[in-house]
């Protein structure tokens, strides 16, 4: 919160309302007044995404409370004081936005919610990491979205006795108890003003809520009522970051001093530089200290801090950067020196510490092969050492790549070519790295192997070829379990006094009755050839498969 800088949030929502109040003043047409449908729809998800972010503050909150009760409750009651009065709030406008729509429509409360709004799940507050039900108005199909007569007398009233004016005072009871936890010094920051000048386009001087509301058409009055739950929820956050601020500023007085080595990463590239934070713990950010550190040491002694490098520490932290150029593990040491408020003397803390540089490196690793075969999808492993999966970008020269749910990926290449590369490259700190390349050759899916009760060739039993009734296709030695061929068709021949008998083309794998008959009426020693047997492959390629000479023993 230091400095109070206006936040892009807060920057959005000021451009968002400035074009809303300067399309009121020009009194612009319907069609250009739907625009606000878009707006509004932009400002209900930011509103549902802070909500989330607010949530996350509390539960962090709670957690501390959790850790030690007695330093952080008496923060902690008031922290759960804003969130009630920030919901009474929002529920308090949400309420007023289902009234809007039934006065609109000249229907009731249970109509409107039934027909215009959806129930959506949002961020529980009070229950940090729970969802709750919330009604969201659809304005996009409200008919009465561009009228202002209803909604003008329910927020302005006959004599400004409308709900406009009872808004205006929770309004500022919110903001001056907001302000009272905060500063009044940051008032500036704080939205949800009601006071002040405002003028029609003549210059006539008007108050905060006929100036907002009065004739206005419903769209415009919902987008305002979207926009004032984001201040509301901008000064709840503030309120909560001050109050959590306030149990570390007590840290602060705590005599268990120790030294800190934070760095953003361990593990870096080469070319990269290595970045850390080094800070005392429970100490005021307003004591200034110096650092000194030493690459390559694992202490600090006197006979080596002359060599030592020194760094100043910037509001109660140093950030240490060294060049990634050698690779290889790498390890510092380092002091730290700061005034101790008890005694007033110089302490020291000493620190160390370690990380790694490595060269870019990529490993692509086959899962199943070690070439990408053809018609299929060949599932592969695609990683660097130390870098996040999804900061990975690959690609292939020749063939498709497909990511899988559980983060490896699909290489589906070409089958007439021969060789293809992967290639892959990462983002780090927002520059494209490249890792590296791996080739892989590409190869066709080997035929199948055709055979009957497990043979080609040889000698079988009658009744065990009966038993088998098909020809089966078989891959051997091919890792993939969920890759099968189809058996098209195939011709049974057999030499029978001399003559050379054939059953024709059969359909299909299995033993039709003319192929049974042949086979039961084969003598010991007879030998039976299956012919011409066809195949198709998952793609519908037809190959030609190997014969099977068998003879009945």
Not at 234 to 246: G, K, Q, R, S, V
Request: hydrophobic residues 40%; negative net charge; aromatic residues 10%.
């Amino acid at each position: 919160m230091a400095g109070y800088k206006e936040t892009p949030r807060q920057k959005m929502i000021g451009m968002m309302y400035l074009v809303l109040t300067a399309m009121l003043a020009l009194n612009v047409s319907k069609d250009i007044l739907d625009a606000f449908l878009v707006v509004n729809d932009s400002m209900e998800i930011t509103n549902q995404s802070f909500a989330t972010k607010v949530t996350s503050q509390y539960a962090k909150f709670e957690t501390q409370y959790n850790l030690e009760p007695a330093k952080v409750e008496s923060y902690w009651v008031k922290a759960k004081d804003v969130r009630q009065k920030s919901y009474e709030l929002i529920e308090y406008i949400e309420d007023m936005k289902i009234d809007l729509v039934a006065r609109s429509e000249r229907i009731t409360r249970e109509e409107a919610l039934a027909t215009y709004f959806e129930k959506q799940s949002v961020p529980d507050q009070f229950n940090p990491g729970e969802m709750r039900d919330q009604y969201m108005l659809n304005l996009n199909i409200l008919p009465s979205r561009d009228s202002y007569d209803e909604s003008t007398n329910y927020l302005i009233g006959q004599n400004k006795n409308g709900k406009a004016y009872e808004l205006a005072i929770k309004m500022n009871e919110f903001r001056d108890y907001i302000l009272e936890i905060i500063g009044q010094q940051f008032e500036d920051r704080i939205g949800l003003v009601t006071t002040g000048k405002f003028k029609d386009a003549s210059g006539t001087p008007q108050d905060w809520e006929y100036y907002n509301f009065y004739r206005t058409i419903l769209a415009a009055d919902i987008t305002l009522l979207n926009k004032i739950i984001a201040e509301i929820q901008t000064a709840e956050f503030d309120a909560i970051n001050t109050l959590y601020a306030n149990i570390t500023e007590k840290d602060f007085k705590f005599d268990n001093v120790s030294a800190k080595v934070i760095p953003k990463s361990t593990y870096i590239l080469q070319g990269q530089p290595y970045e850390a934070e080094i800070l005392v713990a429970a100490y005021d950010s307003k004591t200034q200290s110096q650092v000194k550190v030493l690459r390559g040491a694992d202490k600090i002694t006197e006979a080596n801090i002359g060599r030592a490098q020194t760094f100043n520490s910037v509001n109660g932290t140093v950030k240490l950067e060294f060049p990634g150029n050698a690779v290889g593990p790498q390890s510092y040491a380092g002091v730290i020196e700061m005034l101790d408020p008890r005694t007033q003397e110089i302490a020291h803390y000493d620190f160390t510490g370690e990380y790694i540089v490595a060269p870019p490196a990529l490993t692509v690793s086959p899962l199943k092969m070690n070439v990408l075969y053809a018609e299929l999808k060949n599932p592969i492993a695609i990683s660097s050492p130390g870098i996040a999966s999804d900061l990975l970008t690959p690609s292939i020269s020749k063939g498709k790549l497909t990511k899988r749910p559980d983060g490896t990926w699909d290489a589906e290449v070409p089958l007439d070519e021969k060789l293809t590369t992967i290639t892959a490259s990462a983002n780090v700190d927002g520059k494209s790295i490249m890792l590296g390349s791996y080739d892989f050759r590409i190869k066709r899916v080997p035929k199948p192997n055709a055979t009957i009760a497990g043979l080609s060739d040889g000698k079988i039993d009658r009744d065990r070829l009966i038993a088998a009734n098909a020809v089966i296709p078989e891959l051997v030695d091919f890792d993939f379990e969920d890759y099968y061929y189809e058996i098209v068709s195939y011709e049974l021949e057999t030499i029978l006094g001399g003559d050379l008998q054939s059953t024709g083309t059969i359909r299909g794998n299995r033993f039709n009755d003319a192929v049974m008959n042949t086979i039961r009426n084969a003598r010991r020693g007879q030998k039976l050839f299956f012919m011409n047997i066809q195949a198709k492959s998952p793609t519908g390629r037809l190959v030609t498969l190997n014969p099977i000479n068998l003879e009945i023993q």
